[in-house]
């Protein structure tokens, strides 16, 4: 009988103590095999990885893969607990093995674990149940236990970049070997150089991405990591690194733990922030690498950096702010109506740079508009007239059916006629006709139906979007457009295509302003699901809907095309007027 083995060594076991237990695990496994006449045929094991976690344990998928092979029909494991610690999981993987025909053996306790009526099952989960309590009290202990050695200033976590930690040792053991009792931070001269460095260059102007290349250039070693499964380490600075680093409040003498949390309620590991109420701070002044003037510099350049930027509310940044941001809504934005030259503020109010640079030669335009109330009438219209799920929606309606250009019934019908003829062909041969002319005629025809195919895929009408999706949406980008300056702007260029244009009253102080809309720029990324229309969107029309299919969702790349069709059609601008201006 094929027999194979599984051993894991769990996160919760001491390193130093159980540093050969996959080893003895095997060798256990095998010994209980052969002493049952069994051939062990496959090992697998997982090395310091928690019984919560089962996808990412790749030995157990390969082992389970295995088995879904049939080949083996028994495992050998030291416990119930070595397949998982967690009490829903557990019980389903060996029904799971159970139905590819693999039994379960724990050499322990010499137990066929795979169970085989009502009762057993019972003992199963209670069985689960008691390892995945230990699991989460060994956490909570550990926890503990870490609590207390942060209140004595102990390190309790890994290594940080400019510091070395230090092992201190009291007394000695039974065999006279000297005992850790825990770890404390020390400063690295070097290390210490370099963070003081990246402060000093951040403060002066530089970006995180200037100093990171600044230091790679120099061949500073940059901070050690472990780099995700399938890469390799860079060895040079990146900018994240740089930014973690100006993060980081050890450096001006203040220790902080208990911030995230590594684990949900599930076990899995999944790193969530806590909240602030349950972060221990401990002054370390001993510890300070930068001075308090030098950090608050740089707190109020980010703070600085960070209100120019158009961050949304999931942490993405769109598109990169400007050095100094932009102090006018519609620099480089409005145009002049009469000559079709740029405006610019003088003395608080709009005005055409054209006339106030050459004269009344160049452009007749003597409008000047206030600055403040131009610049609120624009971001009005623009949430008004733009950023509402029911302007999307009609547009997307009064182009649905030209987003095929009109050649859908034409290619199906094609289809419908080269299908019909194939079928002809193959009759053909089926009565013996001239096989080699016929199969080159069939040949000719598959290739005609495999393009017609494709072009029926690439003119397919594109589903709408879900109304929480759009409305989701608009709502972000409509907080943004009132977030600053800099932020409104970013608004603006993705939804006007080309430039505001203010075109004067004749005789009267005052201007009316329009610009051509789009909306792809707005919904890049969107995945479209299939859902209820809109409430504004008539009962029983389906325009649009026809083709969507559960199985394969309509992405960016189609949505966005059918964006850029619509709008090449042409589309009406927004209009609004200065409140000048007559209605």
Sequence with gaps: MNCATYARKSTEQRVAAEAKSITRQAENARKFAVERGWTVTAEFSDDAISGAEFERR??????????????????????????????????????????????????????????????????????????????????????????????LGHVVGGRLYGYKNTHVYQGVDSQGNPVRTHVVREKHPEEEAVVVRIFELYAAGSGLKMIARALTRDHVAPPRYTPHEGLTA????????????????????VTLWNRSRKRDDWGQKNVTPRPSAEHKRRDRPDLRVVTDELWARVRARRADVEARAVRFA??????????????????????????????????????????????EAACGNTMRLDVAVTDEQVLRAVEE??????????????????????????????????????AHLADAIEAGGDAATLVERMRALEERKRALGEDLRAARPV??????????????????????????????QRVVDGRVTFSPYPGRMGASFEAPTRF???????????????????????????????????????????????ESKGVRPWRDSNPRSPP
Excluded at 235 to 243: F, I, L, N, Q, Y
Excluded at 329 to 343: E, P, Q, V
Excluded at 470 to 491: D, F, I, K, Y
Aim: aromatic share 6%.
């Design 58 to 151: 790749p030995g157990l998928q390969a082992m389970i893969a295995a088995a879904e092979r049939r080949e083996f029909s028994v495992l050998v494991v030291s416990e119930l607990k070595t397949l998982g610690r967690e009490q829903l999981e557990t019980p389903y993987l060996v029904k799971r093995l159970a139905l590819a025909g693999v039994m379960i053996w724990t050499y322990m306790d010499g137990r066929c674990r795979t169970p085989k009526n009502q009762a057993e099952k019972l003992g199963l989960a209670i069985d689960a149940y008691s390892d995945e309590a230990y699991r989460t009290g060994t956490a909570e202990r550990m926890k503990e236990g870490h609590a207390k050695h942060v209140d």
């Design 234 to 253: 860079l060895g040079a600075w990146a900018p994240s690194t740089v930014r973690a680093v100006l993060d980081r409040e050890e450096y001006r003498g």
């Design 314 to 359: 999931g942490g993405r940044l769109a598109g990169r702010p400007k050095r100094g941001g932009e102090r006018n809504l519609l620099a480089g934005l409005g145009t002049c109506g009469s000559c079709g030259g740029g405006l610019e503020v003088a003395r608080g109010a709009y005005a055409c740079a054209r006339r106030r640079r050459v004269g």
């Design 385 to 422: 007239h733009v950023l509402t799920a029911e302007r999307v929606e009609a547009f997307l309606l009064s182009v649905e059916e030209a987003a095929a250009d009109g050649r859908r019934p034409g290619l199906e019908k094609e289809l419908r006629d080269v299908t019909r003829r194939l």
């Design 463 to 492: 589903p709408r979007l879900a109304p929480a999706v759009v409305e989701s949406r608009l709502a972000e980008w409509r907080r943004v457009l009132r977030g600053s300056v800099t932020q409104a702007r970013t608004v603006l």
């Design 520 to 566: 792809s720029a707005l919904f890049a990324g969107i995945v479209v699901a299939d859902v209820a229309l809109p409430s504004f969107v008539e009962r029983g029309d389906r325009r649009g809907r026809e083709s969507l299919d559960r199985e394969q969702r309509t992405i960016e790349a189609d949505y966005e095309e059918l964006l850029r069709r619509a």
